[in-house]
């Protein structure tokens, strides 16, 4: 019955759920962050992220063990609380993309239309190079797939953990938290001491050996105006 407890809360990452917050902190990071330090800045981020799920789920196992299993609940909704201040205090805001008046009319979409809409940034994009050719980007599409095979491959990992744990070895609570901990801290370890390096390791690889002036980076398909109103739909 708890297996099965656990399989159903699943479902509300199928609307969003805490995924969500890690979308939007991630546009948050692409906007005030430059061009050549925003990969890395992001696998900081996501490594924040993996340190901080593995220190909550060995705190969680220690305070269910000595004041019950709804103490981290209690807990969760106080850290909660004060994150959501510490946004609204620290965080500077950023104004929404800009988008011409005519365009946003025609373009707004409602229903069900309305909800897929930000998929269209993933569909395929003109380009115009620095020299005047004109190519098709794919970079979004390509992400896009990515990102849903990794997630398929691999989003499951630690509940499966926790499950097999606790139908074959009989982990309780705190033994489940030693082992999202662990499996949490080596993928924080690898964003933090070898993503950055692998990423800054491959730039320098690219970059033109001839020792001539790097020309400015092809203007991104960010600023199409499939982009900015799904942007502006999101932000509504």
Known sequence: MGI?????????????GPNGYIRCLNSFVADVVRHEA?????????????????????????????????????????LFLFCCVYVALNLPATSPPEVNKSDATSQITLGLSRFFCPLRIFMPQKCILPDGRTMTEFGAQMLGIGVF???????????????????EFYFGTTE????????????????????PRVISRGRAWLQPRDGAKSKPPPPLPRKSHFFQMSLYLLAR
Do not use: E, H, K
């Not at 099965?4 to 969003?16: E, L, N, P, R, Y």
């Not at 489940?176 to 070898?194: E, K, P, W």
């Open 38 to 78: 925003r990969t890395g800045a992001l696998g900081s981020m996501t490594d924040c992220m993996y340190f901080g799920a593995a220190i909550g789920f060995l705190i969680r196992g220690i305070i269910s063990d000595a004041f019950g299993i709804l103490a981290p609940f209690r807990m969760t909704l106080v």
């Open 149 to 167: 095979l990794g997630i398929l491959a691999t989003g499951y990992i630690p509940v499966l953990l926790q499950q097999y744990a606790t139908g």
């Open 176 to 195: 489940n938290a030693y082992l999202i901990f662990m499996y949490s801290s080596l993928r924080g370890v690898f964003l933090t001491l070898i993503f």
């Open 4 to 16: 099965a407890i656990v399989q159903s809360s699943q479902f509300i990452t199928i609307v969003g």
